[in-house]
Nanobody, 117 residues
Framework: VQLQASGGGLVQAGGSLRLSCAAS????????MGWYRQAPGKQRELVAT???????NYADSVKGRFTISVDNARDTVFLQMNSLKPEDTAVYYC????????????WGQGTLVTVSS
């Protein structure tokens, strides 16, 4: 599975961006897809995940501002980011996980989001 993230950029505080992550390859047994981020000097953290059973999960810091969704073909995951804050500045990575033994994780290359104050 290959993941290609796009949509990052520079935006002013209060603005919006929409990230996309297109998956290709063998998507059989993919359990969830999600977005993570890593700010300079910090560890990578969960932003939002979308279980292919339909449930979503968000970090407390983005609840009510960010929305994760998946297209009908289940091969592209989006992250709509509204009311952006400077603390949202980070490299955003998409992730997909297969239900296999052992579990296999796939990561995209990251897309930079910079929010200016």
């Amino acid at each position: 599975v290959q993941l290609q993230a796009s949509g990052g950029g520079l935006v002013q505080a209060g603005g919006s961006l929409r990230l996309s992550c297109a998956a290709s390859g063998n998507m059989f047994n993919i359990r969830f897809m999600g977005w993570y981020r890593q700010a300079p000097g910090k560890q990578r953290e969960l932003v939002a995940t979308f279980s292919l059973g339909g449930s979503t999960n968000y970090a407390d810091s983005v609840k009510g501002r960010f929305t994760i969704s998946v297209d009908n073909a289940r091969d592209t995951v989006f992250l709509q980011m509204n009311s952006l804050k400077p603390e949202d500045t980070a490299v955003y990575y998409c992730r997909a996980q297969k239900i296999t033994t052992p579990v296999v994780d796939y990561w995209g290359q990251g897309t930079l989001v910079t929010v200016s104050s």
